[in-house]
């Protein structure tokens, strides 16, 4: 799958992600069903992870 942020809006990319992770995790869900080993819940850290020093933010656009 092939992924393109560079023409939409934060907030549509937002809603894309939370869409695909849906449904990837209703086919996790499926998966497990089928083979008889449930799915583990979702991996969360309990604290936001610290950015690593060898991530450069980008600018944002601004909004129009």
């Known amino acids: 799958m ?13 809603e894309g992600v939370q869409r695909i992770g ?15 080993k449930p799915a583990r819940g979702p991996q969360r850290p309990a604290e936001p992870a ?5 991530v450069l933010e980008l600018r944002r656009r601004k909004r129009a």
Not at 50 to 54: F, I
């Open 22 to 36: 849906q449904i990837v995790s209703e086919q996790v869900e499926l998966f497990g069903t089928l083979t008889g």
């Open 2 to 14: 092939r992924l393109n942020f560079s023409g939409v809006t934060e907030d549509d990319i937002r």
């Open 50 to 54: 610290e950015q690593p020093d060898n």
